[in-house]
């Protein structure tokens, strides 16, 4: 009787080492998988990212203001020429612009006959959000990168930019690889921006990134 006892004592446990191996190598393979499919997600949209000289297109931006415990919602069209040309446009009811080059920034707010002058680095990326296109061609040298779903990536800046702590990245298989921008910051807000009707490489001409004040428009300048 207690030989037989031990006897299946010792088969259970084997059969147990054989499911604790099993898992061990699922978990192991599920782990080389992931990790092959984040290369495979961030090698793909580097790649299309740098055969694209310009863009333009069109964009949905919802923004949750943790202090206001309000969410707003705003539309336009956007602009990006390599190497440093960004400018955007909201519709109404927000009525501004903003152009960047290089390093210099404008906010131009037509309805208030104000203009802002300031910097432009990856420090301004989390109140700039869609800047954020013009650099993702440095992933990996920029952000921790993990795998959240097939075409979801969660990107944590490996140095500070700004207030931003977290961006969530959607990406498609298209000529252009990203359809959501999601941007987290310290402070609980939260930037979403949906991205449409892309179109790549159309020769964008270098005025549209220059702001040239009007007459009439009283200028902030914060750049110093």
């Not at 090698?43 to 943790?66: R, W």
Request: aromatic content about 12%; overall charge positive.
């Amino acid at each position: 009787m207690e030989e037989t006892i031990i006897r299946k004592f010792q088969i259970s446990n084997f059969k147990f080492q054989i499911f604790l191996l099993l898992v061990i190598c699922y978990l192991s393979l599920v782990t080389a998988v992931q990790a092959a499919t984040v290369d495979d997600v961030v090698n793909d949209i580097q790649k299309k990212l740098a055969s694209i000289h310009d863009l333009k297109g069109s964009f949905t931006q919802t923004s949750y203001l943790k202090d206001l415990e309000k969410t707003e919602a705003y539309s336009g069209t956007f602009y990006i020429k390599k190497p440093s040309g960004i400018m955007w446009e909201y519709k109404s009811p927000r009525d501004e612009k903003v152009f960047i080059k290089g390093e210099d920034m404008w906010i131009y707010k037509r309805s208030q006959k104000q203009a802002i002058r300031g910097r432009f680095s990856k420090e301004t990326y989390s109140q700039a959000p869609i800047a954020l296109l013009s650099g993702l061609e440095n992933l990996r040298s920029d952000f921790d990168i993990t795998l959240t779903g097939q075409d979801t990536l969660n990107l944590r800046p490996k140095r500070r930019m700004g207030f931003m702590q977290e961006v969530i990245i959607r990406s498609v298989s298209k000529n252009f690889p990203l359809k959501t921008l999601k941007v987290f910051d310290m402070y609980g807000n939260i930037i979403t921006i949906e991205l449409a009707d892309i179109r790549t490489n159309t020769r964008l001409e270098d005025s549209l990134f220059t702001f040239t004040v009007p007459q009439g428009i009283e200028v902030f300048d914060m750049s110093k």
